[in-house]
């Protein structure tokens, strides 16, 4: 009669010790997939902006938002996520790919303090969302953003390949080459690794009657004797970049737009304006107009040299336009040029413009100008004067001493 609520209540003891276990268990692995961190590890948001979350899970509450640049140590990592408390004690989780390391932040700051005293070569805006990167390379890390429009310094420029070859590819590549066997050599018409057709399979044709071999054909470009040249690697030009709160990076050339004045821009004749600079200015009516240096090349990537041409636009008062005081072509020029105010004499105090090229000897020197209203000339070295004096001098004292000397040709006739 009470035989049944007995075993009822047994049942209900098993289902119940059974939930507990099965409860147990799953703490016990998420635990066991969870590290807390003793040392302190800090790392840095690279995300525009992302939020952290109260627990790791589908369905979650955001309870704080850190953004670009913004520190944060980490506490604690669950699979694919990190519990961090941020500079200002709040604490959540975040995805651990929108952080980098310590070492990517110390490469950035490395950067900036080695380019604190960089001269401006031209002011510009971006085209689009950047990522400033460490290195002039697609695949350099990453860790601030440039937003769309947003302004910028001009400091440096370099040339990289666009799709550089891997090492770690490369070494994979030739170990499992040398480990694999040598593949047997695949019948004419047939691609190696690939079964022969069904009808080839099924029966031979007899081969046919030998006939005389044709001329092999050179490929097209390739001399006789010589083996066609492998394809050039594809260039891309890279600015360095400083942006208003001082952070500091490479970007894509062509993702920046200079911000020069459209009177002067036009005057490019279809080259890449590489740097501009205002020398002066000069007055016109009621108005001060900036007189410019411009800084030139050809327009495409990969050159080994930043510009290979500089312009002088100064301002005529009469038509009240930009004209070309100075020009010169075929350098081999390389950033940064830089600007200045000197004392020459009676001329007074002129700007003066310096840029560094390289000379016919293949050295690298500096070679500085001057500008005396619309004219341009160039500012000579201590050794040049020492050396242009001597050569004045030797040339003012040769007819002198040809005066005072005796004739020895000439006879008196009595």
């Not at 006789?224 to 600015?239: F, I, L, N, R, S």
């Not at 950033?335 to 003066?352: I, N, R, S, V, Y």
Request: with cysteine.
């Amino acid at each position: 009669m009470f035989c049944a609520p007995v075993k009822s209540l047994r049942s209900h003891s098993k289902v119940i010790v059974g939930l507990a276990a099965a409860l147990f268990l799953l703490a016990l692995a998420s635990a066991c997939k969870r590290t807390t961190l003793v040392q302190h590890q800090y790392m840095y948001v690279s995300a525009p902006e992302t939020s952290l979350r109260d627990r790791v899970a589908t369905m979650y509450n955001k309870i704080g938002t850190v953004h670009n640049g913004d520190r944060v140590e980490v506490l604690e990592k669950q699979r694919r996520f990190l519990r961090v408390r941020t500079d200002g004690g709040q604490q959540g989780w975040i995805e651990e790919r929108s952080l980098v390391p310590q070492e990517v932040y110390d490469a950035f700051q490395k950067l900036a303090q080695e380019n604190a005293g960089q001269p401006v070569q031209a002011h510009g805006a971006t085209r689009a969302q950047l990522n400033m990167h460490d290195t002039p390379s697609r695949e350099g890390d990453h860790l601030y953003q440039l937003k769309d429009g947003e302004k910028v310094d001009i400091l440096k420029r370099a040339t990289a390949e666009k799709n550089p070859p891997k090492a770690t590819v490369s070494a994979q590549s030739s170990k499992s080459s040398a480990s694999a066997p040598k593949p047997q050599t695949a019948p004419a018409g047939n691609p190696a690794g690939q079964p022969p057709p069904a009808s080839a399979a099924k029966s031979t044709p007899p081969p046919p009657a030998a006939s005389p071999a044709k001329p092999t054909q050179n490929p097209p470009g390739a001399t006789k004797g010589k083996q066609a040249e492998p394809p050039k690697p594809v260039m891309e030009d890279w600015y360095l970049v400083r942006n208003s709160v001082g952070r500091v990076g490479w970007v894509l050339l062509r993702m920046v737009d200079l911000d020069i004045p459209l009177e002067v821009a036009q005057y490019a004749e279809g080259q890449r304006i590489m740097g501009y600079f205002v020398l002066n200015t000069v007055q016109d009516g009621d108005k001060q107009v900036p007189q410019y240096l411009m800084l030139l090349n050809e327009p495409k990537d990969g050159l080994p040299w930043d510009f290979n041409q500089i312009r002088i636009f100064t301002w005529g008062r009469i038509r009240h336009r930009y004209e070309t005081a100075y020009r010169e072509r075929d350098l081999e020029g390389y950033l940064p040029a830089k600007t200045g105010h000197q004392m020459f004499g009676k001329e007074g105090d002129l700007p003066t413009f310096t840029i560094r090229k390289q000379n016919d000897d293949g050295q690298m020197v500096d070679v500085t100008y001057k500008l005396n209203g619309p004219i341009v000339r160039r500012v000579l070295t201590p050794e040049e004067e020492a050396a242009q004096k001597t050569k004045h001098e030797a040339a003012h004292a040769a007819p002198h001493a040809q005066k005072q000397a005796p004739a020895h040709g000439k006879r008196k006739h009595k």
